[in-house]
């Protein structure tokens, strides 16, 4: 089992940064593939990013690439989204997942989801 804890969201302006956390506990497998998903009023839950834990082989969505980073810490089991040059289209609850497969996870079936963490940008 694996426990998925998200911290950082609030409230930036437009233009602004922010850097969210998923804190990573339990059974690590070799497999283990983590990401980051978001949820807007009145919208379907979307990907954004992904990273494989073994070789740090990441994937962004193309509505966020060169804006978005997803990275993780090794020694902390700790998952980020560094998020810069933040929109209001970005506002949205932000949630960490995780999987054995990048295939399924990207698809939207992680087997793990984290509760979320709000982000709001200001216009």
């Known amino acids: 089992q694996v426990q998925l804890v998200e911290t950082g969201g609030g409230l930036v302006q437009t233009g602004g940064s922010l850097r969210i956390s998923c804190a990573v506990s339990g059974r690590i497998f070799n497999q283990f593939v983590a990401g980051w998903f978001r949820q807007a009023p009145g919208k379907e839950r979307e990907f954004v990013a992904a990273i494989r834990w073994t070789d740090n082989n990441t994937n962004h969505a193309d509505s966020v690439k060169g804006r978005f980073t997803i990275a993780r810490d090794n020694a902390k089991n700790t998952l980020y989204l560094q998020m810069n040059s933040l929109k209001p289209e970005d506002t949205a609850v932000y949630y960490c997942?995780?999987?054995?497969?990048?295939?399924?996870?990207?698809?939207?079936?992680?087997?793990?989801w984290g509760h979320g963490t709000q982000v709001f940008v200001s216009s």
């Open positions: 997942a995780a999987g054995l497969s990048p295939t399924t996870l990207i698809a939207g079936r992680p087997q793990w």
